[in-house]
């Protein structure tokens, strides 16, 4: 490239073009020491029509076609810092795809590093935010899902991962909004949330993807578990009865208390930003009392404003509001229990506050975790984990029997690990999900906490072949994908296969 002494030819005739149509070319620092965001040259609509085609970076023009927006790099900058800045701007999801979205689209870009002065053409820009919109399905849609992680929902990995669910036969996702320890995973603005780290950037952006693929969007939120919360405001947290400090369930501080209204308006408040997000399903994880540790130590607000209340009618009571802030927005509402409620035992009942019949009244779907190898001393077995369609069977008949009349769809969550099983296998994925069908189970979830899904991925094309007898194989309105997919959004097709 010809140089004018220590400036481009290049930039100053796209400084001239710049001046020309009314718009100032980045002088932004580049280095990731600035902390002021990089800049672009717009494109003008009529510019250059659009092309099939990669955009030539090497134009003499150097106008970014529509869709697009020119950058003129700095010293020292490069395409993952680009990528970095420019995200939020584009319809990519990770600024791993934008950064090979910006090597693919400028022919002299090769690597990660930048010449000064070089034009960099970034796709994809969107004209606005993206606003999302909730698919309204019945509550017996048929959902056929894997669960992520929040941080895997957003990387790259994560992006494969949903793609070859969709290829296999998949039709839902479950991913988390709020973890167990308490991580909120979008941006959320609440006085008791600080600040925090959101892997998946933009929900909105998200939920168009899920359901450019063809997913049901399900946000799971872990409810009364929140370690970072009682760490952060201890006055949330369930007492101990003995010191008045924040109990602990075996030594650990994880425990809010689920009769504390702060916590209760907290969670119904996370739920709403998902659902105004466009999401489909918000799912209700960890809504329970803890379970283990010393019972009697511990003590809860309820105790003294409701002294004739027991667990069980604080849980209900926050469902029943939970279910009626969520159920104006369109989304389906879905529980998940312990898969041990469905024998009825008192002592669990006492412990957790999950009284199926109570909870069935406040939701459109139960999801009871019913992994073989959680039902460690039941009915006489041994190694419960190698009887799949036993507890499955037992599990899903007992939980059909409880919730019969409540209209409340039976959903449950498989498993997909190999925890105290020696038969773990496609098989064994097969016998889980042939059970439950049989038993009036309504599609199925799989979990694996790693977002290990190599057994499921395995045996879902044998159970698709089987035309019905494994699932009926619903999917969401075809007009949902044909209008992600029509191209009235700038970059769409960056989010599609």
Known sequence: MRRLGSISFTRVLSLLLGFALGHMVSAAPASAQSSQPLRLLRASKPSI?????????????NIAPPGSALYLAKRGDSVALVARHY?????????????????????????????????VIVPGILEAPIVEKTVPVARDFEVRAVYLTGLMAGSDHGLRIIRRWRELGGNAVVFDVKDSDGSINIPFDHPLAGGHHAPIRDL????????????????????????????????????????????RENGKLVWTDPSQ?????????LAKKAAESGVDEIQFDYVRFPAEGDQ?????????QHPDWHRTDVITDFLKH????????????????????????????????????????????????????????????????????HFIGESMGRFQQITKGSGAVIRPWLQAFRWRTKTYSPKYVE?????????????FLFWNAANDYSKPFAAMPDMGAAKGQYFRGDELPSSIRAGLTSGTNPGANTVNP
């Open 49 to 61: 029509p659009a092309s099939p085609k990669a955009p030539d970076a090497s134009l003499v023009t």
């Open 87 to 119: 995200l939020s701007q584009t319809s990519y999801l990770t600024s791993g795809e934008l950064a090979e979205a910006l090597r693919k689209a400028n022919r002299d870009v090769h690597g990660n590093f930048l010449k000064a002065g070089q034009p």
């Open 204 to 247: 909105p952006k998200f939920t168009r993807f899920l359901h450019s693929q063809g997913m049901h969007a399900i946000a799971r939120i872990a409810i009364f578990r929140d370690e970072r919360l009682v760490v952060a405001h201890p006055e949330l947290a369930v007492k101990s009865s003995r010191t008045s400090q924040p109990w």
């Open 261 to 269: 209204p702060k916590v209760q308006q907290y969670n119904i408040a």
């Open 296 to 304: 009697k130590d511990a003590s809860f607000v309820f105790q003294a």
């Open 322 to 389: 939970a279910y009626a802030e969520l159920h104006p927005t369109g989304v389906l509402f879905s529980l998940d229990v312990f898969g041990v409620m469905a024998w009825q035992r008192p002592v669990d009942l006492a412990h957790t506050g999950q009284d199926i019949v109570a909870m069935a009244k406040y939701c459109d779907v139960l999801s009871p975790m019913i992994y073989p190898s959680h039902f460690f001393g039941m009915d006489g077995y041994a190694h419960p984990g190698d009887a799949p369609e």
């Open 431 to 443: 016998i889980q999900v042939l059970t439950a069908k049989n038993k009036g189970g309504i599609g």
